[in-house]
């Protein structure tokens, strides 16, 4: 009996290792990302590096669309799907501005906001009760957003930028809430990267420079690892609860701040480090009180 209870627990135990391995690699690989997008901030447009980064993403997926059309079909309109790529697209490219204009770190932290946000469009847009738990997870992670981005006094643009960005990343969070219960995963993400290419064509081709050969390898290279960075994420969601894979998500601060040292020699002042240490920890304690208050909910974070 011990040996079968044993055992039990280790075929629970591996896949959870793996989604924790996998949302690690994820991280890594965001925090590399965000470093290109600095590196070609100030030479490449936000608008350009979205479209390139939607193109690589849309061309990674299409041979798995062509061996398996059937992932195609899907229980909702395409405006839907098109709406959700767009708001995605503006998400991109709002950080990709943030991090253009904005210390990396600092961007980083304030987009850890975007839990809190997607805290409160449940209560405001799906009816979901806010505990004083939440209310005062929201006021905390506030607090800490405050002291990322206005450490001297004043709000830059690449701060604006990371918030729009966390705004726009809740509110599409909201929409995969719906309609993750009529289409599969693999089909919402399909979907959202054949449709997000060809829009983000028309504002690109309103700013088009014509990218260097270094700038076209870096473009090509981003596009990659945000295909690898979703494929890995959902294959992590896939394999355990959000409780287990959210919480990895956050490796992705002190990823970014070593990568914005080592590369640009960016510092993260204590503001930044105190604020984005409130604001995680204010998000996973209120998506722990969301969760906590839905009906079979489990409890445990």
């Known amino acids: 009996m011990r040996e079968e209870r044993l ?3 280790a075929s629970r135990t591996a896949p959870a290792a793996l989604a924790v391995g996998l949302a690690a690699s994820a991280a890594a690989l965001a925090a590399v990302d965000a470093a290109i997008v600095r590196a070609l901030g100030g030479s490449v447009h936000p608008f350009v590096i979205g479209f390139f980064r939607a193109a690589f993403g849309a061309l990674a997926i299409l041979p798995w669309v062509a061996v398996r059309p059937d992932v195609l079909r899907t229980a909702f309109p395409l ?36 839990p809190i946000f997607v805290v409160l469009g449940a209560a405001a847009m799906l009816g979901e009760r806010l505990r004083l738990l939440t209310i005062l997870c929201v006021l905390a992670s506030f607090l800490g957003a405050l002291l990322v981005v206005r450490p001297d006094g004043g709000l830059t643009m690449g701060m604006g930028f990371a918030l729009i960005g966390a705004m726009l990343t809740a509110l599409i969070q909201l929409m995969l809430k719906t309609m993750s219960s009529g289409d599969r995963t693999d089909t919402l993400v399909a979907w959202n990267l054949l449709l997000t290419a060809p829009m983000a064509l028309i504002p690109a081709l309103l ?6 050969l270094w700038e076209g390898g870096l473009l090509m290279v981003q596009g990659v690892l945000g295909a690898a960075n979703m494929s890995l994420m959902t294959h992590a969601f896939s394999l355990a609860p959000a409780n287990i894979v959210a919480p990895v998500d956050f490796l992705r601060l002190p990823l970014v701040a070593a990568a914005a040292y080592v590369l640009f020699g960016e510092v993260a002042g204590p503001a930044t480090w105190l604020g984005g ?19 079979g909910a489990n409890n445990k974070l």
């Open 7 to 9: 055992t039990h627990q």
């Open 79 to 114: 405006r839907q799907h098109a709406m959700r790529a767009g708001l995605k697209l503006l998400a991109l490219v709002s950080f990709f501005a943030a991090f253009s204009y904005g210390q990396l770190t600092d961007v980083t932290a304030i987009a850890f906001t975007s």
């Open 207 to 212: 700013v088009w420079t014509t990218p260097t």
């Open 277 to 295: 240490a409130i604001i995680c920890g204010s998000a996973l304690l209120a998506l722990r009180s969301s969760r906590a208050a839905m009906p």
